[in-house]
Structures are given as structure tokens and as C-alpha cells.
């Protein structure tokens, strides 16, 4: 392999490192990627960017745990780095999709309170993180029958028609829960 030719000639330059894995996962060769990203971990050169993109290559690999590790990584680094919170959000809840266990409440917290900052450029992001809440409480309160997870569950529902006036998923929550608290 010609990548690995160029690093034993260069040991010095572990950007190297980031660079082949980036074209790896450019050519969708998301192991190879993987495999360089955690070369230059394990030299202790890693930076932000090689935690991030070594998360969005577990993802792609549906590593969703090792992904939640790089993602945390890269967070504890950059906390208010809204994509790498997105991501985390977005692994916790493919492990959790039935949000019973709630792994990805925090993250979606975290995800929309950086996106109010910015409304008009993060709405996208607004309404991924009401949806995910409305469902998240949705789920709570037909487990556990706490009022105060309907009244959530409605709040969420309601900031998310503002958004998305036809959005069916928050229609029909509403609709099922009308009556079920005082």
C-alpha cells in the first residue's frame, strides 16, 4: 500500500494519517479510514477533527458505540461544536430507537440549545431536536403514565407545529394524548 510507503518514509508528519483517512472515507472505504484515524490516536497526535471524522466513519460502519466515543471525544474538545453533538445525538438514538432508555435525551438538549443561538441557520437542527423531545416524553408517558411527561410531550408538540404546521408524527401525539391528564 502506497499509504503506508509514505508514512514509513515520513513518521514525523502524522497529518499523513489524517489525510489517507480522509481519502479512504471519501472513496466510502470506511474501515481503511478507520484504521488510519486510529493510527494517529494511538500516537497520541489526534486532534478534534480526527475524533470527529473517525465518529462519522464508525457511523457510516454502524459502529454506533465506538462512533459515541469519538463523538464524546470531539465534544469534551469543541463543546459547542453543534455538528459533533448532532452526530452523538443522532448514534445514541439509533441505539436507543425506541427512546425508552432515553440515551440521547441530553444530546438533543445540548443539540437544540445550540441551535436557538442561531434559529435561522440551525432550524433544521431545532426541529430534529423537538421531534426527538416529543417522542422521547411520548414514549415516557405510555410506559409510565406521568402526567408530566404528556405535558412535555405536548410542549414538544407544539414548538414543533410552529415549525411544521403539517408535521403528522406531532399531529397524531396530540391527538392520542387529548383527556389522559387534568
Given at each position: 500500500d502506497t499509504s503506508d510507503i509514505a508514512i514509513?518514509?515520513?513518521?514525523?508528519?502524522?497529518d499523513l494519517?489524517?489525510?489517507?483517512?480522509?481519502?479512504?472515507?471519501?472513496?466510502?472505504?470506511?474501515?481503511?479510514?478507520?484504521?488510519?484515524?486510529?493510527?494517529?490516536?494511538?500516537?497520541?497526535?489526534?486532534?478534534?477533527?480526527?475524533?470527529?471524522?473517525?465518529?462519522?466513519?464508525?457511523?457510516?460502519?454502524?459502529?454506533?458505540?465506538?462512533?459515541?466515543?469519538?463523538?464524546?471525544?470531539?465534544?469534551?474538545q469543541k463543546p459547542d461544536h453543534i455538528n459533533a453533538v448532532m452526530y452523538r445525538?443522532?448514534?445514541?438514538?439509533?441505539?436507543?430507537?425506541?427512546?425508552e432508555k432515553g440515551l440521547a435525551k441530553?444530546?438533543?438538549?445540548?443539540?437544540?440549545?445550540?441551535?436557538?443561538?442561531?434559529s435561522a441557520k440551525f432550524s433544521k437542527y431545532i426541529s430534529i431536536s423537538y421531534d426527538y423531545l416529543r417522542f422521547y416524553f411520548y414514549k415516557q408517558y405510555l410506559i409510565n403514565k406521568k402526567c408530566a411527561d404528556l405535558k412535555n410531550c405536548v410542549v414538544y408538540c407544539d414548538k414543533l407545529l410552529v415549525i411544521e404546521p403539517k408535521n403528522?408524527?406531532?399531529?397524531?401525539s396530540k391527538?392520542?394524548?387529548?383527556?389522559?391528564?387534568?
Open positions: 514509513t518514509i515520513d513518521k514525523r508528519n502524522t494519517y489524517s489525510k489517507i483517512a480522509k481519502e479512504y472515507t471519501s472513496l466510502k472505504k470506511f474501515e481503511l479510514a478507520v484504521d488510519y484515524y486510529e493510527k494517529k490516536i494511538s500516537l497520541n497526535k489526534a486532534i478534534f477533527n480526527d475524533y470527529y471524522e473517525l465518529g462519522k466513519a464508525y457511523l457510516n460502519l454502524k459502529e454506533y458505540d465506538k462512533a459515541d466515543t469519538c463523538f464524546g471525544t470531539a465534544v469534551i445525538a443522532q448514534g445514541r438514538s439509533i441505539v436507543d430507537s425506541t427512546s441530553p444530546y438533543y438538549e445540548k443539540l437544540l440549545a445550540l441551535s436557538l443561538a442561531d403528522e408524527a406531532a399531529i397524531e391527538k392520542a394524548l387529548v383527556g389522559k391528564c387534568p
